[in-house]
């Protein structure tokens, strides 16, 4: 037998192996649009009810939740947006960046996820009749499958827009039979919107890179057609993305691209990220940012990532560090 | 034994394993492994009292007619959390632990350990490719209809992907009819590097899914349920039949291909055979599990220094104590901070340490021996 | 050929052909047509010089090797038809060289060779706990049936092998050097009880030799091998001459008596 004989065969697993994953789709499962009921601010829930979450899933609610489980800090913020922060029953052990009042309300919860898998047995003893997931394996898929087959009504939200994260406020409203307060908080943040859109009109759209992490030598931004480069966009930048799929992008066409804006959103987490340590990056000390002095640390950025009824202040706060003249 | 042989004439001679030590052994063994099973189940981030626990056990195991006393909670977190997660731990661990034996006697190589032909690369391959490319398509991504049996896309990938693996590893180390463990050996390693380059580079584009592909790397049981121990219970049961039937033709190939031969033993069809019944074993705990290391290393090594190579005795008593000793490793990733740090990590943290004083024991012992 | 002609020999060998492949250049032959008949009961000291072929034709014997042209029949079949296991309940094999597992006492080892004839599953039968015992008496290895292979001498360790041969109940045994690692005393005391034992049991006996004397004192008959084929084949007086062995071993020999006349000595002239 020659080596050449062999390859096909090597091949062909790989093959079968996508012929497997095509197998397994469900033929009818594409991302839905959420919030399929009525958005009406004067409509009330009836129950049972049945929504379509982010990840296409439908979820029925028998009756009202009293019981909340949040798997993420946004939901957290989404909850306590409509007044439901008691009925909070587990949340994250992450406690940063939350307003003072949502710390305390949720500062003696039982903690029922970390940094591992999510603490299945926890959330049983919770006894929630709503958990609230995040999408894009923020929250494991594994364990989203494993709360729904224990029998719980698990939402899955995953927005990648602004209006997605309106649409999703608006879907826990629906579900929270607080439809009401889903339209104040969602109203609120289309005026702050709204805002930072007409400060920002007709003025230049620097060349904006958004560094999101550097691990290695790999430098993180915002992929391309993310949620995070349409910020950038509203805030009156021109985004420089990253890889569809990996959102790293290489030094060298970061060079190429020139950034006239740097904002370090590693900086909230990293103190020894700023614009010197910038400066002194081999390579970065001709970019124009830099040596314009447009280099900007954004503790915000734990607004931006949190895609709550807080992410247009975030949004706010991108739009000062692209432009901070149109702001003064 | 002396005086036995001396009235051999009245007695026929009792040749190596009698009935008292198999049942002695087996018997210790898994009254060792209830015990585990009952603390193991009582134990957990949630508090449901020993006395509950065991009601609800036996009521829903054994259908005794207890009165429900406890909150439905209760019986929830015991029966679909906690009872599935440490029969997966047992499952696995004795899968792994037989696995070993068996291909310590094929690669005759007491380091050998089930994932070195290539499981471990091809299931963490299949299953990094399974958490990948829903995300890649879209039209994969979860929801109603990615399982399938009651198994996710991961399960499945890592199980075809381990399996698929070794076959390709034998098909390729095959020559004139034959398989040298030599080859086999280099083979597995050569393909396993392809395989973990691959994996690196689904990692590299995973994105947010490179926690879930780091935790199944590193072995959990975290995601241990029902469906899964469904699907590979009965795998497991099969090999550990078919391969306990083939104790003999094991003991034999400890002779040598050569003697096992001439003894009967048609050497390269067996070798086959009992690669791919490990390896079924190996992979289907795999699929449910991640890679545990250690288990499949040190448990076979131990319990033939213990109670000797006879494959009569070792494969089940591997079986037992591989899944005893996983409870505990389990036990112990439960209970340890962290929020549930993976059980593989623990595997190692323990098992190394203990296989290095295993080695230095053995070799002193080897030395006493022979002075 | 032996004067001992039986109806149908037990095994035989016609026109074998057998060379072991090499990476590069032409396979060698080892062996270039080789015939040989085993009535049953034969006791047959195979002699040559080194890569003469003695432990080939032995394996082809055994079945572990295939000729490449030419037949191997065992009991008028050819081996090739034959399952592994059933003729391993009538061929035995004591290898040249076999590194006993150890964790395994000396009975067990031996009772492997009860494998090929195995009817239960887990258990042993009556009959495999007496042929084990027969074959640890045999074998003169009885005292020997606690002890781990690492406790056994050269000589021990051989014992046991050929009780874990016996114990097969086979009715042609082939030994590859069987006194390869023994010293002087314990080389005849084997050969003297395998050739009690042939004549006890019946059996049909090949034994791979290299000490010319030893073969002599051993065995009826001699099959010697040279260039790939039977040099000589037949009794000691007529096959060990020193024409034979000048040509198939490069030495000078004289044949000598014993005192009581009846063994035939081969004694190397150092003149």
Same mark, same amino acid.
């Given at each position: 037998?020659?080596?050449?004989?062999?390859?096909?065969?090597?091949?062909?697993?790989?093959?079968v192996?996508?012929?497997?994953?095509a197998?397994?789709?469900?033929?009818?499962t594409?991302?839905?649009?959420?919030?399929?009921?009525?958005?009406?601010?004067?409509a009330?829930?009836?129950?049972?009810?049945?929504?379509?979450?982010?990840?296409?899933?439908?979820?029925?609610?028998?009756?009202?939740?009293?019981?909340?489980?949040?798997l993420?800090?946004?939901?957290?913020?989404?909850?306590?947006?409509?007044d439901?922060?008691?009925q909070?029953?587990?949340?994250?052990?992450?406690?940063?960046?939350?307003?003072?009042?949502?710390l305390a309300?949720?500062?003696?919860l039982?903690?029922?996820?970390?940094?591992?898998?999510?603490?299945?047995?926890?959330?049983?003893?919770?006894?929630?009749?709503?958990?609230?997931?995040?999408?894009?394996?923020?929250?494991?898929?594994?364990?989203?499958?494993?709360?729904?087959?224990?029998?719980?009504?698990?939402?899955?939200?995953?927005?990648?827009?602004?209006?997605?994260?309106?649409?999703?406020?608006?879907?826990?409203?629906?579900?929270?039979?607080?439809?009401?307060?889903?339209?104040d908080?969602?109203?609120?943040m289309?005026?702050?919107?709204?805002?930072?859109?007409?400060?920002?009109?007709?003025l230049?759209r620097p060349?904006t890179f958004y560094?999101?992490?550097?691990?290695e030598?790999?430098?993180?931004?915002?992929?391309?057609?993310?949620?995070?480069?349409?910020?950038?966009?509203?805030?009156?930048?021109?985004?420089?993305?990253?890889?569809?799929?990996t959102?790293?992008?290489?030094l060298?066409?970061?060079?190429?691209?020139?950034?006239?804006?740097?904002?370090?959103g590693?900086?909230?987490y990293?103190?020894?990220?700023?614009?010197?340590?910038?400066?002194?990056?081999?390579?970065?000390?001709?970019?124009?940012?830099?040596?314009?002095?447009?280099?900007?640390?954004?503790?915000?950025?734990?607004?931006?990532?949190?895609?709550?009824?807080?992410?247009?202040?975030?949004?706010?706060?991108?739009?000062?560090?692209?432009?901070?003249?149109?702001?003064d | 034994?002396?005086?036995a042989?001396?009235?051999?004439?009245?007695?026929?001679?009792?040749?190596?394993?009698?009935?008292?030590?198999?049942?002695?052994?087996?018997?210790?063994?898994?009254?060792?492994?209830?015990l585990? %099973?009952?603390?193991?189940?009582?134990?957990?981030?949630?508090?449901?009292?020993i006395?509950?626990?065991?009601?609800?056990?036996?009521?829903?195991?054994?259908?005794?007619?207890?009165?429900?006393?406890?909150?439905?909670?209760?019986?929830?977190i015991?029966?679909?959390?906690?009872?599935p997660?440490?029969?997966?731990?047992?499952?696995?661990?004795?899968?792994?632990a037989?696995?070993g034996?068996?291909?310590q006697?094929?690669?005759r190589?007491?380091?050998?350990?089930?994932?070195?032909?290539?499981?471990?690369?091809?299931?963490?391959?299949?299953?990094?490719?399974?958490?990948?490319a829903?995300?890649? %398509?879209?039209? %994969?991504?979860?929801?109603?209809?990615?399982?399938?049996?009651?198994?996710?896309?991961?399960?499945?990938?890592?199980?075809?992907?381990?399996?698929?693996?070794?076959?390709?590893?034998?098909?390729?180390?095959?020559?004139?009819?034959?398989?040298?463990v030599?080859t086999?050996?280099?083979?597995?390693?050569?393909?396993?590097?392809?395989?973990?380059?691959?994996?690196?580079?689904?990692m590299?584009?995973?994105?947010?899914?490179?926690?879930?592909?780091?935790?199944?790397?590193?072995?959990?049981?975290?995601?241990?349920?029902?469906m899964?121990?469904?699907?590979?219970?009965?795998?497991m049961?099969?090999?550990?039949?078919?391969?306990?039937?083939?104790?003999r033709?094991?003991n034999?190939?400890?002779l040598?291909?050569?003697?096992?031969?001439?003894?009967?033993?048609?050497?390269?069809?067996e070798?086959l055979?009992?690669?791919v019944?490990?390896?079924?074993a190996?992979?289907?705990?795999?699929?449910?599990?991640?890679?545990?290391?250690?288990?499949?290393?040190?448990?076979?090594?131990?319990?033939?220094?213990?109670?000797?190579?006879?494959?009569?005795?070792?494969?089940?008593?591997?079986?037992?104590?591989?899944?005893?000793?996983?409870?505990?490793?389990?036990?112990?990733?439960?209970?340890?901070?962290g929020?549930?740090?993976?059980?593989?990590?623990?595997?190692?943290?323990?098992?190394?340490?203990?296989?290095?004083?295993?080695?230095?024991?053995?070799?002193?012992?080897?030395?006493?021996?022979?002075? | 050929?032996?004067?001992?002609?039986?109806?149908?020999?037990?095994?035989?060998?016609?026109?074998?052909h057998?060379?072991?492949?090499?990476?590069r250049?032409?396979?060698?032959?080892?062996?270039r047509?080789?015939?040989l008949?085993?009535?049953?009961?034969?006791?047959?000291a195979?002699?040559?010089?080194?890569?003469s072929?003695?432990?080939?034709?032995?394996?082809?014997l055994?079945?572990?090797?295939?000729?490449?042209?030419?037949?191997?029949?065992?009991?008028?079949?050819p081996l090739?038809?034959?399952r592994?296991?059933?003729?391993?309940?009538?061929?035995?094999?004591?290898?040249?060289?076999?590194?006993?597992?150890?964790?395994?006492?000396?009975?067990?080892?031996?009772?492997?060779?009860?494998?090929?004839?195995?009817?239960?599953?887990?258990?042993?039968?009556?009959?495999?706990?007496?042929?084990?015992?027969r074959?640890?008496?045999?074998?003169?290895?009885?005292?020997?049936?606690a002890?781990?292979p690492?406790?056994l001498?050269?000589?021990?360790?051989?014992?046991?092998?050929?009780?874990?041969?016996?114990?097969?109940?086979?009715?042609?045994?082939?030994?590859d050097?069987?006194?390869?690692?023994?010293?002087?005393a314990?080389?005849?005391?084997?050969?003297?009880?395998?050739?009690?034992?042939?004549?006890?049991?019946?059996?049909?006996?090949?034994?791979?030799?290299?000490?010319?004397?030893?073969?002599?004192?051993?065995?009826?008959?001699v099959v010697?091998?040279?260039?790939?084929?039977?040099a000589?084949?037949?009794?000691?007086?007529?096959?060990?001459?020193p024409?034979?062995i000048?040509?198939?071993f490069?030495?000078?020999m004289?044949?000598?008596?014993?005192?009581?006349?009846?063994?035939?000595?081969?004694?190397?002239?150092?003149?």
């Amino acid at each position: 037998m020659s080596s050449r004989r062999r390859v096909p065969i090597f091949f062909s697993f790989f093959a079968v192996l996508t012929l497997l994953v095509a197998a397994c789709a469900s033929p009818g499962t594409s991302p839905a649009l959420p919030g399929t009921v009525s958005p009406s601010a004067e409509a009330v829930t009836t129950y049972p009810a049945t929504l379509t979450d982010d990840a296409g899933r439908e979820v029925t609610l028998e009756a009202e939740p009293q019981r909340i489980v949040s798997l993420a800090p946004s939901n957290t913020e989404i909850a306590c947006a409509l007044d439901a922060c008691d009925q909070l029953v587990g949340v994250p052990e992450y406690r940063k960046g939350y307003l003072p009042d949502v710390l305390a309300a949720i500062e003696d919860l039982p903690v029922v996820v970390s940094f591992g898998p999510v603490d299945r047995e926890a959330i049983v003893a919770a006894e929630p009749d709503l958990i609230l997931a995040a999408g894009n394996e923020l929250t494991a898929s594994t364990d989203i499958e494993a709360l729904a087959n224990l029998g719980y009504p698990v939402l899955v939200l995953y927005p990648e827009s602004l209006d997605e994260v309106s649409a999703d406020i608006e879907l826990i409203g629906d579900a929270l039979n607080a439809q009401a307060e889903a339209a104040d908080v969602t109203g609120e943040m289309a005026d702050t919107v709204a805002a930072v859109q007409a400060t920002v009109a007709g003025l230049d759209r620097p060349r904006t890179f958004y560094e999101v992490s550097i691990f290695e030598g790999t430098i993180y931004t915002a992929g391309e057609d993310s949620f995070l480069a349409s910020l950038v966009e509203t805030a009156g930048g021109e985004p420089i993305t990253g890889d569809l799929r990996t959102t790293a992008i290489a030094l060298e066409d970061l060079v190429t691209a020139d950034p006239e804006v740097i904002v370090l959103g590693d900086a909230a987490y990293d103190r020894t990220i700023s614009a010197d340590s910038v400066a002194k990056r081999p390579g970065w000390d001709e970019m124009t940012a830099v040596t314009e002095g447009r280099v900007i640390p954004l503790p915000e950025d734990i607004l931006i990532t949190r895609p709550g009824p807080r992410v247009v202040d975030g949004l706010e706060a991108l739009a000062r560090a692209i432009h901070p003249e149109a702001f003064d | 034994m002396r005086a036995a042989i001396a009235s051999a004439e009245a007695q026929p001679l009792r040749i190596g394993l009698t009935l008292t030590r198999t049942v002695v052994v087996l018997g210790a063994a898994g009254v060792l492994l209830a015990l585990l %099973l009952v603390v193991a189940v009582a134990v957990g981030s949630a508090e449901v009292g020993i006395g509950d626990t065991a009601a609800i056990l036996g009521r829903r195991l054994l259908a005794l007619p207890i009165p429900e006393t406890w909150a439905p909670t209760a019986e929830k977190i015991i029966f679909d959390i906690r009872l599935p997660r440490v029969l997966t731990a047992m499952l696995v661990g004795g899968g792994l632990a037989m696995a070993g034996t068996v291909f310590q006697v094929l690669l005759r190589n007491p380091l050998a350990d089930p994932y070195v032909i290539g499981t471990a690369a091809g299931a963490s391959f299949g299953a990094a490719l399974g958490i990948v490319a829903p995300l890649v %398509l879209p039209v %994969l991504a979860i929801g109603a209809g990615t399982s399938w049996l009651g198994l996710g896309v991961v399960q499945l990938f890592a199980f075809a992907g381990g399996l698929g693996t070794v076959l390709l590893v034998y098909a390729v180390a095959r020559s004139a009819g034959r398989v040298q463990v030599i080859t086999l050996l280099l083979t597995g390693y050569a393909i396993s590097s392809v395989l973990a380059a691959m994996v690196a580079m689904l990692m590299f584009i995973s994105g947010n899914a490179l926690r879930a592909i780091f935790g199944w790397l590193m072995g959990s049981l975290a995601n241990a349920g029902w469906m899964a121990l469904a699907f590979a219970a009965p795998l497991m049961i099969v090999a550990f039949i078919l391969l306990l039937a083939r104790w003999r033709r094991l003991n034999l190939l400890m002779l040598g291909d050569a003697q096992a031969a001439s003894l009967g033993v048609d050497v390269e069809r067996e070798k086959l055979v009992l690669t791919v019944l490990a390896t079924l074993a190996t992979s289907a705990a795999v699929a449910i599990s991640g890679t545990i290391g250690f288990i499949g290393l040190v448990v076979p090594h131990l319990l033939r220094l213990v109670i000797g190579p006879d494959h009569r005795l070792l494969l089940p008593a591997s079986l037992l104590v591989g899944a005893a000793l996983l409870v505990v490793a389990d036990l112990g990733a439960r209970l340890l901070p962290g929020g549930g740090i993976p059980v593989g990590v623990v595997t190692a943290l323990i098992g190394a340490p203990f296989f290095l004083w295993l080695l230095r024991r053995s070799q002193l012992l080897r030395v006493e021996l022979s002075a | 050929m032996s004067a001992a002609v039986a109806a149908r020999p037990l095994a035989m060998l016609s026109d074998v052909h057998f060379s072991y492949p090499r990476p590069r250049g032409e396979p060698r032959p080892v062996l270039r047509g080789v015939d040989l008949a085993l009535p049953a009961g034969d006791l047959v000291a195979l002699l040559g010089a080194n890569g003469s072929g003695k432990t080939t034709l032995l394996r082809l014997l055994s079945g572990a090797l295939v000729p490449d042209a030419g037949e191997v029949r065992f009991d008028g079949r050819p081996l090739g038809e034959w399952r592994r296991d059933a003729l391993a309940r009538r061929v035995a094999v004591l290898p040249q060289q076999l590194d006993l597992p150890d964790g395994f006492r000396a009975a067990e080892l031996v009772a492997m060779g009860r494998a090929p004839h195995a009817r239960r599953l887990f258990a042993s039968t009556v009959e495999d706990e007496r042929a084990v015992e027969r074959a640890l008496v045999d074998a003169d290895a009885l005292d020997l049936a606690a002890r781990y292979p690492h406790e056994l001498s050269g000589g021990e360790r051989q014992r046991v092998l050929v009780a874990m041969a016996l114990a097969q109940e086979p009715d042609l045994l082939l030994l590859d050097e069987p006194t390869l690692h023994l010293d002087l005393a314990h080389q005849v005391a084997l050969l003297s009880s395998i050739r009690r034992l042939q004549a006890q049991r019946r059996l049909t006996v090949v034994a791979v030799l290299h000490d010319l004397n030893l073969a002599a004192a051993f065995a009826p008959r001699v099959v010697v091998l040279h260039d790939g084929l039977v040099a000589a084949d037949g009794n000691v007086a007529d096959t060990l001459t020193p024409v034979l062995i000048e040509r198939v071993f490069g030495v000078r020999m004289e044949l000598a008596r014993t005192a009581d006349g009846g063994a035939h000595l081969v004694i190397s002239s150092d003149r």
